[in-house]
Structure formats: structure tokens, C-alpha cells
T-cell receptor, first 113, second 113 residues
């Protein structure tokens, strides 16, 4: 089955700690994205990558970092510099061409305790 | 950049009635308008999309209309069923850059049996 997988589904982090969210896809998509979702708001773009070893900041990149060492994988690190990290994080992928469908993972709910 | 506004934020209908969700966008270069359905605790899934070269698209009980002049597009769900209850997001993206996809804030649809 082709798809995009995020893990873990739930994640708890102590203040001051970095934490990494996993995103893997076997759709052979070139482009991958990370979005943050807060109640009552749309999806806001954190980072995106159009090709391996390249990525760009989205609208709310501060306090986050990513890597794209493999086509299939696009992990997101939430650093201690992110002041309000509690949110629902969504990873997506697409073939990369303009005006094409984005496929989303099931999301990771991060809670800072 | 693109700005997408979505209304209403919540919508409650009786089973069998129709539901309409409306979105406006600001960037005249946008040419791809997908609609996503998000069920509780899951990632969004594409339910229908429309490109700027057509004014309407229908898929069984779901239809989308686009008015390029007024820069608004709408989702229509007929004969609603309880399983249609979810959060619906509209989005718009530019023909020049799929990474410029912007999402509306979402509409929580509740279909009462």
C-alpha cells in the first residue's frame, strides 16, 4: 500500500527539550511538506522540500528544523526555541508539480508538559 | 501572497439537507482549488478539486463551483449523511508554485441524524 506515514501519533515533550517527528512516504513523491494545525486555524506551512538535500522555510519556520537526506523521509525537529510547540503536526507529499494534490499523513499531536 | 478566507466556521444541518461552504481567495494567479475533509484525529483527505479553466465540477453528492471574477469558490454537499460530519478545508495554490498553497481556517460540519 502506498502512502505517507507519520510517527508517533502522540508525543509528549518536556520544556527545553528538542523532539523529532518522523515522516516517511513510499509514493515516490519529490515534494514534501510540514504543516502545523491549531484549533480554529488553517494549516500553516513550516518547511517544504522539493528535492532531496534541499528545503525551504515556510511561513512559521522559527523554532523548527528539517532534513531531507532521502527522498522518502522528511523529519521535523521541534527545538526548544519554539515558544509554543503544542499543536497537531501534519506531513504531506506531492509529485511536486504546480497545482497537484497533496497527500497527508495521519498527523502527530505534540504536547509540551 | 495568497490569502484564503472560509465561511462559516461551523455548520449544522439535518440529515438529507444540503450544506454549502464558501471560500474567497486574493491572488488572481491561483489556479488550483482543492477541498479536503478531515476526520477527528486524522490527516486531511482530498475530496474534490477544481482548476481555473472550469466553473463547476461534480462527483456524486459533492460539487464545487468557481467564480474567477469574484475570486470565490464553494463546496456543495447534497443529501448529507452523518458520515459527512467532519472539518472541511478549502485551499488555493498558484500556477507558479505548488508550495504556495494556502488553506482556509476550516468549517466544522455536523450532520444531525
Amino acid at each position: 500500500d502506498g502512502g505517507i506515514t507519520q510517527s508517533p501519533k502522540y508525543l509528549f515533550r518536556k520544556e527545553g527539550q528538542n523532539v523529532t517527528l518522523s515522516c516517511e512516504q513510499n509514493l515516490n513523491h519529490d515534494a514534501m511538506y510540514w504543516y502545523r494545525q491549531d484549533p480554529g486555524q488553517g494549516l500553516r506551512l513550516i518547511y517544504y522540500s522539493q528535492i532531496v538535500n534541499d528545503f525551504q522555510k515556510g511561513d512559521i519556520a522559527e523554532g523548527y528544523s528539517v532534513s531531507r537526506e532521502k527522498k522518502e523521509s522528511f523529519p521535523l525537529t521541534v527545538t526548544s526555541a519554539q515558544k509554543n510547540p503544542t499543536a497537531f503536526y501534519l506531513c504531506a507529499s506531492s509529485i511536486g508539480a504546480a497545482s497537484t494534490e497533496a497527500f497527508f499523513g495521519q498527523g502527530t499531536r505534540l504536547t509540551v508538559v | 501572497g495568497e490569502n484564503v478566507e472560509q465561511h462559516p466556521s461551523t455548520l449544522s444541518v439535518q440529515e438529507g439537507d444540503s450544506a454549502v461552504i464558501k471560500c474567497t481567495y486574493s491572488d488572481s494567479a491561483s489556479n488550483y482549488f482543492p477541498w479536503y475533509k478531515q476526520e477527528l484525529g486524522k490527516g486531511p483527505q482530498l475530496i474534490i478539486d477544481i482548476r481555473s479553466n472550469v466553473g463547476e465540477k461534480k462527483d456524486q453528492r459533492i460539487a464545487v463551483t468557481l467564480n474567477k471574477t469574484a475570486k470565490h469558490f464553494s463546496l456543495h454537499i447534497t443529501e448529507t449523511q452523518p458520515e459527512d460530519s467532519a472539518v472541511y478545508f478549502c485551499a488555493a495554490s498558484s500556477m507558479y508554485n505548488n508550495n504556495d498553497m494556502r488553506f482556509g481556517a476550516g468549517t466544522r460540519l455536523t450532520v444531525k441524524p
